[in-house]
């Protein structure tokens, strides 16, 4: 890779990961503000919106797709801004393959949420991976309409410190 260009990666993301950790913030503000009803005799479900229904089953096979390197369908879901956050198809093939290669495959889905913030609705998908699975990351993806207006992973949680055992092998594993 191009060392020049390998340094203005990060800092043409630097503002995507700003605005990531905004959505996630946002997201985690508006469950814990919302209005608790007094207990039900019977567990009622949360209604969630037409449009939150919808960007959870297309948010789930879009990133079903991510993971499995399949971007064409993707790439064409984003909107001009967000493609040029990534630069070409090429240059959004070798992250998500550069992302398996370090990370491994998805291993555990820890959690999957939407939220909508004015006209956009969010898809967020929380998840450990194979060769790392103390890291949670999340993937968020924008909607509005049809379009992807919105495209980006943060670290979401580090359970590197939570308690762990050493197994035989001298391999730590995570404490159940």
């Not at 919302?34 to 229904?53: D, F, I, N």
């Not at 493609?83 to 959004?92: I, N, P, S």
């Not at 980006?152 to 404490?175: F, H, K, N, T, Y």
Request: no cysteine.
């Amino acid at each position: 890779m191009n060392p020049a260009r390998r340094s203005a990666f990060p800092v043409r993301l630097a503002p995507l990961a700003l605005l990531l950790g905004a959505v996630l913030l946002a997201g985690q503000e508006a469950r814990a503000a919302a209005p608790k009803a007094p207990p039900a005799t019977s567990a009622a479900p949360a209604r969630v919106s037409a449009a939150e229904q919808a960007a959870m089953t297309r948010g789930r096979t879009l990133v079903q797709d991510f993971y499995a390197v399949k971007l064409d369908g993707l790439w064409r879901a984003f909107s001009p801004g967000v493609r040029a956050q990534w630069g070409t198809l090429t240059d959004f093939q070798a992250f998500r393959r550069g992302g398996l290669a370090q990370y491994g495959p998805e291993r555990q889905v820890v959690q999957e949420r939407t939220f909508t913030r004015g006209r956009e609705v969010y898809y967020v998908r929380s998840a450990a991976f194979e060769k790392a699975p103390e890291l949670v990351w999340a993937v968020v993806l924008g909607f509005t309409g049809a379009q992807v207006t919105t495209f980006g992973i943060a670290l979401e949680e580090d359970r590197s410190a939570a308690p762990v055992a050493r197994q035989p092998d001298g391999q730590r594993r995570a404490s159940p």
